[in-house]
């Protein structure tokens, strides 16, 4: 694995079975999803995919094998408190200060809404022709999520390897 990011997933999702359920569980409730941000700052319908018929395969199977406790996806771990609003909620409090040319350090107290912030901060960052700006993100309750840039492609801030990203959006 040439990224630390998908190492970490299947490190931890991967070792407990809980990673195709996750998936599954993110595609069923993709529409029930109350920030729906993509939808806002793409061109994202929020439609789901149209699966093809080896995923609808899997997806089949993962729901079958489901058992609705606070350890798997379907259950009280996910389906309660604000996992769903996440990221991408409607509120933040956050900074994001200048620290170079072309770098920047955004600091966010809470993770409900770190990524929002990221967003409408960023936004109000100046246009470097031909350069990407490099923000560090930090979460106080989890630290240092890494070195951001947004997607000429996507318009969409990412970490790693743009490759990565524009895969999935």
């Known amino acids: 694995m040439d990224?630390?990011?998908?190492?970490?997933?299947?490190?931890?999702?991967?070792r407990d079975g809980n990673l195709l359920p996750?998936?599954?569980?993110?595609?069923?409730?993709?529409?029930?999803?109350?920030?729906?941000?993509?939808?806002?700052?793409?061109?994202?319908?929020?439609?789901?995919?149209?699966?093809?018929?080896?995923?609808?395969?899997?997806?089949?199977?993962?729901?079958?094998e489901f058992t609705f406790d606070g350890t798997t996806p379907h259950g009280k771990h996910l389906e309660g408190g604000s996992h769903v609003e996440g990221p991408a909620g409607t509120r933040y409090d956050a900074t994001l200060t200048v620290s170079g040319e072309r770098t920047a350090v955004y600091a966010a107290e809470s993770a409900l809404g770190w990524y929002r912030g990221l967003?409408?901060?960023?936004?109000?960052?100046?246009l470097k022709p031909n350069a990407s700006w490099r923000v560090e993100v930090f979460v106080r309750p989890i630290g240092f999520l890494g070195t951001y840039r947004r997607?000429?492609?996507?318009?969409?801030?990412f970490s790693g390897q743009h490759r990565y990203h524009s895969v999935g959006n």
Do not use: K, M, N
Request: net charge negative.
């Open 22 to 64: 996750y998936i599954e569980w993110c595609h069923d409730r993709l529409s029930t999803f109350e920030h729906q941000a993509l939808a806002e700052w793409t061109d994202y319908d929020g439609a789901a995919d149209q699966l093809s018929s080896e995923w609808q395969r899997r997806f089949a199977e993962a729901r079958d």
């Open 3 to 14: 990224d630390a990011r998908f190492g970490l997933i299947e490190a931890v999702w991967g």
């Open 151 to 157: 997607s000429r492609s996507t318009g969409l801030w």
């Open 119 to 126: 967003v409408e901060l960023g936004a109000g960052l100046p």
